[in-house]
């Protein structure tokens, strides 16, 4: 067992007993909201930095989807139970993945035909949404922020069902004010009540690299923790178990396992 693993018995043992025997989550939407669903700008994502960056938008690779289907299913379970309807995610350090298990979480969020889902790029320092995915955007999220753009102007469909994302175009100054600011409210609020009524997946910041996820976290319903066996730091990891303990931490995906069997990933 790694230490990593280790690290997170623990909080593996509290997650088993709190969802055991947790039911799939109803329909969260009816048929009127579908219907009159909002259509967003329409982009591109290029197929060569998917397969580059190991975006799941297919099959192609089963073990993978099958791990993420997995945390689509516990994590939609602990918002249902709790009504829930937001998530960061995160990491202690550059370098775990964060971003990638944001994007392909979302993308495996948006394949139950009963979820719909936002994804944002919040990680302002470092924004990597869209170019993991090779999108083609004109405004972006920091452009909304900025005051040079309305919210509308910079959600955009992808091409896949039932997912808009909210990307990043290049690093913002001065993120952390962006993010305590009127408008990120604004944002916020808005997200949150757009119908038909949507998971939203938050790609934050790492939480030791700067005080964004603080300023942010008490805008989400709770974070989600990615560490990476054989990168991620343990004295980091500590300091990142003491920092989420005044948050609500509402789960682990462990990144990059090596024993995990083919797929590579674990849940807690």
Known sequence: MSI?????????????AANQGLARPSKRNNAAE???????????MNPAALEYNKILVDKSDPYAVAAYNIVRTRLLQRLAANKWSSVAVTGSQPGEGKSLTAINLAIALARDENTWVYLVDMDLKRPSVA???GLEVEQDLSDYL?????IE???YDPGIPRLAVLPNRCAA???SELLGSARMDALVEHLRSERPKRVIIYDMPPLMSSDDVLTFAPRVDGVLMVVSEGTTDRKLLQAARHVLSEM???GVVLNRSSSR????????
């Open 34 to 44: 579908i219907a009159a669903a909002r259509q967003y700008r329409r982009t591109t």
């Open 4 to 16: 990593i693993e280790r690290s997170l018995e623990k909080i593996a043992s509290r997650r088993a």
């Open 261 to 268: 069997g083919e797929t590579g990933y674990g849940y807690y």
């Open 131 to 133: 170019t993991q995915l």
């Open 248 to 250: 609500n931490l509402i």
């Open 146 to 150: 900025r005051g040079t753009a309305q």
């Open 153 to 155: 102007d910079v959600i």
């Open 173 to 175: 100054e001065h993120p």
